[in-house]
């Protein structure tokens, strides 16, 4: 059947977390559209609310600061796999959140409680307004944000194979410059005490550094449609 899912099938929520450079986003968007699901990428909205801070001059030394205008931007994600967009009361912020600037402050301010509880909220109300279902990836999706998702999966890769995809992605990057800046935001990521980077235990763990995209799409294909055959 054209787009996988039967019209009729029950909605299924699909969480994928892990760290940066495991290929979450490919892989998120492409098994996304080939079953017919809905897309949420969490980190562009955890970028565009540090955009938000950044473009009115916060202090984001000052996580008081941070917490006091944490409910004033409106974040607007558009959920379609095939085109994901991302605005900032209504200003379209799809480049500008994957800049240096934005990349190195974004870990100071996604740890801040507020700001996360107001990003779950929209994650949880996109999840559940998500007619056929939805796959949405970050780092704390399986644990925190929707622990009841139908399948739950981490993906991980080495910090060379993950630093290595990444430069790519940044056409060219120094790849030492880009592993160790990978592994402090991970280690932010990992160590900040409100739902950081985690697996959760019922999460399926795939290790993508000797894998190609597309075997890892196919995995994680395969490991939806089992589910929604009761498997
Ligand atoms: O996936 P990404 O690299 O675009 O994510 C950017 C940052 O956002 C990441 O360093 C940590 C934060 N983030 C988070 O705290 N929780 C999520 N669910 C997703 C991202």
Redesign the pocket.
Known sequence: MENGAAPTAKPVIVAIDGP?GTG?SSTSKAVAAQLGLSYL????Q??AITWWMVHNGIDLADPTAIAAVAGKPEIVSGTDPAAPTITVDGVDVAAPIRTQEVTSK??AV?AVPEVRTRITELQRSLATGAERGIVVE????GTT?LPDADLKVFLTASPEARAARRSGELKGADLHATREALIK?DAA?SSRKTSPLAKADDAVEVDTTELTLAQVIECVVTLVEEKRAGK
């Open positions: 940066s979450k990428d969490t980190g562009a955890y970028r974004v870990s996604s970050g780092r704390d999706i944000v935001r990521d």
